[in-house]
């Protein structure tokens, strides 16, 4: 049949397995050409073409039920399921997200970007099926990388104890997005040498039964192991051994590089040369400067090191100062506190949207005790990542309201640079430093302060009726429509808070007089720093408009579409300024 | 020696076997009459005599490092580190808080209260040895309840790649605060039943050497194993069997009602009859009811089924629609979110203290997902538990800025099974019900309404310059500031928010008029909702009060003390309507 012909499963599972293999090397071509051409997740996906057909071959989806963790290696899965056109035809290539979305189909369950979660999930859908009197198979698919996440590892070992049906695939490609980390790979490693027969098995010791499929992408494997586990009365493990990657070179030598990549040259699997310096660049050059003066200091990442500038490069200068826990944020948190207490400095860098998973250790594990860990944010705010999963709109909500932790915010390199220092050099206070998500800015300003005390940063003075207090990436904002307002004869002065936890009341008085006051934050407006400085100024006399991010979980927005809907141009936030 | 007469572990090591015995039974009686006396954790504590005194006497402390999980099971610790006068004198019980506390003293190396965090936590302390020089030993003791912790398993998958000394003691005596939960346990009892030599092992699958020791409450073994495991230059778990309430009949038969209890009659365990019902009573039967009548509804718990008001009897009623995950609250959460996914109506009861441990699975599982999970927090607010790692302050503040959660918080009895009720009813709404810890209140009320689009209720008219909106708890408190004002001549209007993750506009600008608008939130105000309301306001006309607990830690307040340092007695917000 013609790949592009597929509308669901059903129409592949009267196939054969030489049309199967046929039709597994058509996605793949259709899969390559769109990675190609407009980027994504490239190694999950190209690994995963067998295994996903294998499934839906088997499996009588939707009413047999498969969860995908993470749901970045679910390319083929769409194809196969009602959306081959947005991979085949270049016109319809943003008709889908990169991840699972019930919108989108009813074979897609959950909408899911963070690792970890699909066997806890996959759980509640048994336990409803057994309690309601089901009979469809629930599949959990978890990527090697996924398993080190403490909410996997709760997952399975609770799954054991519904004693129903309940299939775990394990898609072990012997990759995280880097390498591997923890003891739990070693044992999938053993497991791998010893054809699944090693008795010493972590899925076995977790209570489940144990099926080994050496050849992860042959289909005739795949089929055969996953027939044998359909309809099984019991929690059961298929652990198969695929290749990132697959089917094209590029990406199974360099598997790190392309997990995840832009458009790429079909031929060579090159690109173009990385644009211009971002904050991530400068944060990792001056870590491995930092390091190398002290040997106390350490950089720690959970399984993203390449988002905070640490690719196999830098990881070898930084040597053992340099810790990937794996994708494991709880660790890396509470680990940092540990260092901490031990007379280090660590600094865990992490994107903004998964350092939610770790509110607990930064609440009691950090904050509690006091202890002087430095946690660097990425892609906060809405120049960082746009899928509704990844959105870094939350960190200053949910960080800046734990007791005892400084939240700083950079608006420029030196500013940025002086915050990392003075945090690194803390002795008894847990600083976040938010890392800016926009171009690098380049300014003038008094960086080398104390930010446990300093007041508010009078960038630009003006003695009209306005204050503008705008946070990080969104001061050129503020002062790019305190220029609109000059241009209309009102004066503004804007000012940089520099951290959004706590307020500077001695200035906040000295705005009394003004009619109104104007705050700016990249971020999630509700539980966010305007709102503190609204009710301190409540019965003082400035009105307060607190402008910012909404409160929602908006999907692939377009940047400045969203910005406009929020007030946030230069030209809105004049005028609203002028109406004052 | 004279155990009273023990200022430091020093004072033990050169003791012989003997003498340590006569010691345990002479630590066992003294903790056991203050126990007695006082309450506090019996079982744990009971049955770690002998492995506290064993650690002690073989390692180095305080140079070696003991991070002890939960660290609710550290009396003896305590006893042998300086402290025995608080556990032998009874003018001095109060002089120590039930966890470990580096206030206290150097050996007590992190403030802990929340489970599973010591391996991370010790980690960090092995890192920073390995990095410095160091040759200190550093060991984790750690629960078997608490091994079903998301971060203790992370803990463990990454300290096997430390590849240097890290000791991990599991104190296995067969239970969690209820019975273990969980397929790892079945591999601790295959283990126990093999006496250590199954070679499917959970820790050597992790990457650990496994060391077991049967009698775990037998001295010499203690200390033979831990003296083979000393300056170990590799991760190595020392397994010992334990008996929970180890010494004293009833605790070690009763093993969950003793895991922490009030003063108890030492002669035969027995306690007072459980005074007055409490909001607990009212959510489990109520919730045994709603299940008898709908057996899609599921009530979960993470590991502490009697916080929620489900004892063995209770659980027993339920039989499968009531879950316990384990101590495992990011697996609670998810497997929340997957049955409301299968059409189940999930209703997740647990501390507000530990609900922090799933902020992300509450993001991203829950909410992005809009699955109509109910979330029932308890002991939230400063009627809640006191102890500093136990606050339920932050629920509000952490919880409420997620979007598309809706946060109700119940005032009295009917208003709370309304609540209850209309949350189970939902099919894409996630709705957290904040249970009311302060006594039972009951009064008339409109409390079957439509809890998403429901105005704030007035509770009182009036039509003066002050209005005041208190929300939960706070209720009565808004309602005898206004008797008092009454009584002063002034009429104030007092308001139920019902919800305070969103505003209702409509009802606020109807109080565009007044003065002075207060607002009463029991949690801590920063990101709550009264800066909320406060922002809404600026510029409207009334002034915005924002009463309620303070962002901080504080640690085993006296209640009336706090209210009132924090404005809270019903005079005191009355004196400040006044001054409107």
């Not at 690792?115 to 057994?130: E, F, I, P, Q, W």
């Not at 990657?245 to 060579?268: C, L, Q, V, W, Y």
């Not at 009726?465 to 990436?473: C, R, S």
Request: some cysteine; overall charge negative.
């Amino acid at each position: 049949m013609n790949a592009t012909d597929i509308k669901s499963p059903a129409d592949i599972r009267n196939l054969g397995i030489d049309q199967l293999s046929q039709l597994a090397t058509r996605l793949r071509e259709i899969l390559l050409e769109k990675l190609a051409a407009h980027g994504g997740h490239c190694g999950p996906n190209l690994g995963f073409v067998e295994p996903a057909i294998a499934l839906h071959y088997v499996f009588d989806t939707p009413k047999d039920k498969i969860v995908f963790d993470v749901s970045h290696q679910t390319y083929v899965h769409k194809m196969l399921t009602g959306r081959i056109e947005a991979f085949a035809d270049p016109a319809h290539y943003d008709d889908v997200t990169g991840f699972t979305n019930p919108a989108e189909s009813e074979y897609d369950l959950f909408e899911i970007g963070h690792t970890s979660t699909s066997v806890s999930l996959a759980t509640g859908l048994a336990k409803a099926r057994d309690l309601t009197g089901g009979t469809e198979n629930v599949v959990a698919v978890i990527g090697d990388g996924s398993l080190s996440g403490g909410e996997a590892l709760e997952g399975l070992d609770y799954a054991a104890e519904l004693g129903t049906n309940f299939i775990v695939v394990i898609n072990d490609n012997q990759m995280s997005i880097a390498e591997n980390h923890g003891g739990i790979y070693e044992n999938l490693a053993l497991l791998r040498s010893t054809n699944g027969a090693a008795e010493c098995n972590i899925f076995k010791a977790m209570g489940f039964d144990y099926i080994y499929v050496p050849y992860g992408n042959d289909l005739e494997s795949l089929i055969d192991a996953f027939r044998r586990v359909k309809g099984s009365t019991r929690p059961v493990v298929v652990h198969i051994d695929t290749m990132k990657g697959m089917g094209f070179a590029p990406a199974e030598r360099d598997k790190e590089h392309f997990h995840f990549t832009g458009p790429f040259n079909i031929s060579d699997g090159s690109s173009e040369a990385p644009q211009m310096q971002t904050y991530v660049d400068v944060f990792a050059a001056h870590m491995l400067k930092a390091m190398q003066q002290d040997r106390r200091i350490v950089t720690l990442t959970a399984g993203t090191p390449g988002a905070i500038g640490f690719g196999p490069a830098e990881r070898a200068r930084a040597g053992s100062q340099f810790v990937d826990v794996g994708i494991a944020e709880e660790q890396a948190v509470a680990m940092s506190a540990g260092l901490a207490k031990a007379g280090c400095s660590p600094v865990f860098g992490v994107c903004s949207t998964f350092l939610q998973r770790a509110y607990d250790q930064l609440s009691q594990d950090v904050s509690i005790n006091r202890q002087p860990a430095t946690f660097v944010t990425f892609y906060g705010g809405v120049y960082g990542m746009n899928d509704v999963t990844h959105l870094g709109f939350f960190d200053v909500p949910m960080i800046s309201n734990i007791p005892g932790i400084l939240f700083l915010e950079a608006t420029c390199r030196g500013e940025y640079i002086a915050m990392l220092d003075w945090a690194i050099r803390q002795t008894d206070t847990p600083v976040v430093v938010r890392t800016p998500s926009g171009a690098i800015v380049e300014r003038e300003g008094d960086f080398d302060v104390d930010y446990a005390t300093a007041p508010y940063e009078l960038v630009e003075a003006g003695s009209g009726p306005v204050a503008i207090i705008a946070a990080g990436d969104f001061l050129p904002l503020a002062q790019q429509a305190a220029e609109i307002l000059r241009t209309n004869g009102v004066e503004a002065a804007v000012y940089n808070p520099r951290k959004v936890c706590c307020l500077d009341t001695a200035t906040l008085d000295t705005l009394a007089a003004r009619k109104l006051i104007i705050t700016l934050e990249d971020n999630s407006i509700d539980g966010g720093f305007g709102q503190k400085v609204a009710a301190y100024m409540s019965g003082k006399g400035p009105e307060v408009r607190v402008l910012g991010l909404p409160k929602a979980f908006p999907d692939r927005y377009n940047r400045a579409q969203f910005m406009a809907e929020n007030k946030l141009t230069p030209q809105q936030i004049a005028n609203i300024a002028m109406q004052a």
